[in-house]
C-alpha cells in the first residue's frame, strides 16, 4: 500500500511527487478521514497465527488421532515445532524430552511457506483504489441522523435516507504449506493414525469464522532399526491450507474505515393522461414510451382524472397484457369462457367490463348491446341483446373477447 502525500492538502496544487519513490504518492482527501475513536467496533483482523490455530484446533478437536498400546486408547499429542524442537528433530530424527524421554506417539506442525494466489490477487497494484474495500455493516442511525420520537415535531421535509456504514479491506487471498510429522512405536499404530487423517483431506478446518479448505498431499514413510540407536517409525504428510490474512493496519492505516452512505436526489416522470387507464383497452403511446424504464425500477407517476397511480413492473405488465379468448356458443343469445378476469393490482379488483372488447366475425360490438360483468371465477357468461344487435348468435359464429385475462 502506498504512502499519501500529506503536503499542502487544503489546496488544489497537490500534486504527487514521485521523486523519493518509483510509486506514486496518493493526494491525502480529508473527505475521507473518518474518526474512529467514537466508536466500539473491533477492527477485524486474521493472522498467520490464526490459520496455524485453526490446523491444530482441528486435528485435536475433530480429527482426535487415537493409538491403542497395551489394549489402551492414547490419544496422540499434537505440538507446533520451534527452532529447539526442530533443530533436534533434524539432528536425531524424533524429538526427546527434557528428561531425555522419547515422545512417542506424538504429531509434530511444521509451518513450510506461504504464497499469495495469483488466481485472487486484489486489486492494488502500486496503489489502493476505492474498488478493494467491502461492505460489512451498516446503521440506520448516526450523528449526523439522530432518533426522533414524540417529544419532538415532525418536519414538514423528512431527512433523506442515511446510514453509517463499516467498510474493511479485502483480504489476501494465500497458500500456506504445512507438513505434519508422525511418530509412533510400531508401523500398525502409525497406520492406524494416517487412516484417521486422511478422510479429512479437502475439508474446511478451523473452528468459528476460521476455516480453511485444506489438502492432503502424499504420506511419505521413514523406518530407521540402527543398531545402538532408538528404532524410528516416522510419516510426513503435506498440508495445503487455502486461507485469508487481513492485517489490523496497512501503512499505519487502518484496514477498517468509517463512513457515511451518500444522499442522493431522484426525480420522478410524471405522465398526464386525459382519460381512466381502466376505462378501455386502449394503451396510450406515452405509456409505451417508459415501459422499459418502469421494468428497471425508475419512478413513473401517472395522473388520470380521478386518481394518480405509481406504476411497478406488475402492474405495467397487467395493463399492456391484453389477450384474445374465443368463446363457447350457449344459445342464441348466450356465450360463454371458462377462464377467470384478470385482477387489477392497482384498484385491488376484478377487471371491469371496459377492459374487455367483443368481436364477433371480426366486427366490433358496442357495449350498450350485451350485458357481462366480468367473473373472478373460471366461468364467464355474456348475454347479448339480439333485438338491439339485429341478429341471433349462430353456433357458427366466432366471439373473440380481447382484454386483460387472469
Not at 8 to 29: E, F, Y
Not at 73 to 97: A, H, Y
Not at 143 to 154: C, E, G, H, Q, R
Not at 166 to 188: G, M, R
Amino acid at each position: 500500500m502506498p504512502k499519501f502525500d500529506k503536503n499542502n492538502i487544503d489546496r488544489k496544487t497537490n500534486i504527487p511527487n514521485n521523486t523519493d519513490s518509483m510509486n506514486p504518492k496518493i493526494p491525502l482527501n480529508r473527505a475521507e478521514q473518518t474518526r474512529r475513536d467514537d466508536d466500539v467496533i473491533r477492527t477485524p483482523k486474521r493472522t498467520l497465527y490464526d490459520v496455524d490455530f485453526a490446523i491444530k484446533w482441528y486435528i485435536d478437536n475433530e480429527v482426535q488421532p487415537q493409538i491403542i498400546h497395551n489394549d489402551a486408547v492414547l490419544d496422540v499429542p499434537v505440538i507446533f515445532t520451534d527452532s529447539e524442537k526442530w533443530n533436534n528433530v533434524r539432528q536425531f530424527g524424533f524429538l526427546r524430552d527434557e528428561k531425555g524421554m522419547l515422545q512417542s506417539p506424538l504429531i509434530m506442525i511444521k509451518r513450510n511457506s506461504f504464497v499469495e494466489r495469483d488466481t485472487l490477487k486484489t486489486l492494488d497494484v502500486n496503489i489502493m483504489p476505492a474498488e478493494n474495500h467491502v461492505f460489512v455493516l451498516g446503521n440506520r442511525y448516526s450523528a449526523n441522523k439522530t432518533y426522533m420520537d414524540d417529544l419532538f415535531p415532525i418536519p414538514i421535509n423528512e431527512q433523506a435516507e442515511q446510514r453509517q456504514i463499516l467498510i474493511y479491506d479485502i483480504p489476501k487471498y494465500v497458500t500456506v504449506e504445512y507438513e505434519l510429522f508422525l511418530w509412533c512405536d510400531f508401523t500398525a499404530q502409525l497406520n492406524d493414525v494416517i487412516d484417521q487423517i486422511l478422510p479429512y483431506n479437502r475439508y474446511a478446518w478451523g473452528t468459528g469464522k476460521n476455516m480453511f479448505p485444506t489438502g492432503i498431499g502424499s504420506v511419505t514413510f521413514e523406518t530407521s532399526n540402527t543398531t545402538g540407536e532408538d528404532r524410528i517409525v516416522r510419516a510426513t504428510i503435506p498440508l495445503t491450507v487455502q486461507a485469508t490474512l487481513l492485517s489490523g493496519q496497512e501503512s499505519r492505516i487502518s484496514t477498517l474505515k468509517k463512513a457515511l452512505s451518500v444522499k442522493k436526489v431522484s426525480f420522478d416522470t410524471v405522465l398526464d393522461l386525459p382519460d381512466d387507464l381502466f376505462a378501455s383497452t386502449t394503451i396510450p403511446p406515452k405509456l409505451m414510451q417508459v415501459s422499459q424504464q418502469v421494468l428497471s425500477g425508475a419512478n413513473i407517476l401517472v395522473t388520470q382524472p380521478n386518481a394518480s397511480i405509481q406504476l411497478t413492473p406488475i402492474s405495467l405488465t397487467y395493463i399492456i397484457t391484453l389477450r384474445d379468448e374465443v368463446a363457447t356458443y350457449s344459445n342464441e343469445t348466450t356465450v360463454t369462457l371458462n377462464i377467470a378476469a384478470g385482477f387489477n393490482p392497482i384498484t385491488n379488483a376484478t377487471a371491469t367490463v371496459n377492459e374487455f372488447d367483443i368481436y364477433i366475425n371480426g366486427q366490433y360490438i358496442a357495449k350498450q348491446y350485451y350485458i357481462w360483468t366480468p367473473n373472478p371465477a373460471a366461468t364467464q357468461s355474456i348475454v347479448f341483446d339480439t333485438n338491439a344487435l339485429g341478429y341471433d348468435i349462430s353456433s357458427t359464429d366466432v366471439v373473440i373477447i380481447n382484454g386483460r385475462w387472469a
